[in-house]
């Protein structure tokens, strides 16, 4: 695994206020209150570099505006070159096929109850969407490529919470670990295969992020 990953949660997006479905290719904008949000993770990353003396490692992106535009603010204060900034679409979201940019009460009125409340994710199947073991297997990939050299990894709600399953642990759901959920605006500190809180986010927890 990357030593130490700094795995840091999207901020807040005009979807995620509205409750509606992002997927992976829509525009979903920042809010006022979610560029606040990646103002505080790009402050907290600073002065967690300036304290511990540890360099300052590639920053990786999620391809997803969202996740870029929090990732733009954080290498402000990093000092890191935006044309730095390493995309990876292995950090993407959950694909969510059908339900993308769809509300969601409007989706649970038509298909039903989609979330397992007893883990807090998603039911499977999602209409030609991804499952949990498709995240499992391209996070897997990526972690290998990096190759335990330090990294800030900017991803999402759902796919933080695998990738954290992977190295740290969580509870098996459909044959994968999943660890617990985090508000936006999180950064967690992963090493030797514990992590620990760098920034508490602010934003919203479960399902309003995907």
């Not at 840091?8 to 560029?35: C, D, K, S, Y």
Request: with cysteine.
């Amino acid at each position: 695994m990357p030593q130490p990953l700094y795995l840091a949660r999207h901020a807040e997006t005009v979807f995620n206020r509205a409750r509606r479905m992002q997927g992976n290719a829509a525009m979903t904008p920042l809010t006022l209150a979610g560029v606040r949000q990646a103002d505080a993770m790009g402050a907290a990353l600073a002065a967690h570099f300036r304290a511990s003396g540890e360099a300052v490692p590639p920053l990786w992106s999620s391809p997803a505006p969202r996740a870029l535009q929090t990732a733009a603010i954080i290498a402000d204060h990093l000092g890191i070159d935006w044309f730095a900034v390493r995309q990876d679409a292995r950090l993407r979201e959950i694909e969510v096929g059908e339900w993308a940019g769809r509300d969601y009460a409007e989706i649970i009125a038509t298909e039903g109850p989609i979330i397992d409340e007893t883990h807090r994710l998603f039911r499977m199947p999602i209409p030609g969407g991804e499952h949990y073991r498709d995240i499992a297997a391209r996070l897997s990939d990526w972690v290998a490529d990096v190759a335990g050299q330090p990294a800030i990894a900017i991803s999402h709600g759902m796919t933080a919470r695998v990738l954290r399953g992977l190295l740290v642990g969580g509870r098996p759901y459909e044959g994968v670990l999943v660890a617990e959920d985090v508000p936006q605006g999180s950064i967690l500190r992963i090493a030797g295969g514990c992590e620990t809180a760098v920034l508490a986010g602010t934003g919203a927890s479960a399902f309003r992020a995907a």
